[in-house]
């Protein structure tokens, strides 16, 4: 019976985060790209005049730049002229400069011939971006540390950062209530057999280790 009611519970969330996903495609493309088309619409009305003419290439441009961003996000695309770990490197480095202002350094560690197939190289790249992304929004850490490697039919994926840690109680909120980001992780995890593990550093900081079986012929 608890297995049932289990399996049940996790349909259910499964269900519920594919009729989220739908609602946040369908309020982007309300809220942001039908806005803007209709507004290039009655812009090209004046286009006749230079600034109105300016206005609709900046909207184009901005357009284009959050069509590409959250294609990226729905399905990210790694590049088949790069390693899988110069790709993740890459994701790595925008997000050092996208958030971090210039004040944070993320040291990556990570064979060349890393080789991780289907959906596991892209499960790890939301997983590292969604890890990393929190370390460097909450942490308040000047380095970030990612180590990633596959041996012995494991994947193992580890963050730790230099920052202020969490206190005991904030530990037990951050494990039992985890935001969304994290709480499609642990989903994730529950789908593929994996888990995860929240500890501190010592000396200060936060650690998060992700380990993943890759098992069997239906994983290469």
């Known amino acids: ?21 739908k609602r946040d495609v369908s309020n982007y493309l309300h809220d942001e790209i039908l806005q803007d088309v209709l507004s290039i619409k009655n812009m090209i009305n004046k286009s006749d005049k230079e600034e109105v003419r300016k206005i609709i ?6 357009l284009n730049h959050s069509i590409r961003e959250q294609m990226q996000e729905f399905h990210p695309t790694l590049l088949k002229t790069l390693t899988l770990k110069e790709n993740y490197g890459y994701l790595l480095e925008i997000l050092e400069q996208k958030y971090g202002n ?12 890393l080789f991780l197939v289907d959906p596991y190289q892209l499960v790890v790249y939301r997983m590292l971006k969604e890890l990393v992304t929190n370390a460097i ?10 180590a990633l490697k596959q041996e012995s039919e494991n994947i193992e994926l580890k963050v730790s950062d230099n920052g202020i ?47 993943i079986p890759m098992q069997g012929d239906d994983s290469y």
Not at 102 to 113: P, V
Not at 137 to 146: A, F, L, P, R
């Open 1 to 21: 019976t608890i297995v049932r009611e289990n399996f049940y519970a996790h349909n259910l969330m499964q269900v519920k985060k594919e009729e989220e996903q």
């Open 57 to 62: 290439f900046e909207t184009l441009d901005n």
């Open 102 to 113: 210039g004040e944070i350094k993320i040291l990556f560690n990570c064979k060349k011939d």
């Open 137 to 146: 929004k909450h942490s308040k850490c000047s380095q970030i540390t990612v």
């Open 165 to 211: 840690g969490l206190e005991e109680n904030e530990y037990r909120k951050y494990s039992s209530n985890p935001h969304k980001g994290l709480n499609s992780i642990y989903e994730q995890l529950f789908l593929l057999n994996g888990k995860m593990t929240i500890s501190n550093n010592d000396p200060p900081g936060l650690c998060v280790r992700v380990q």
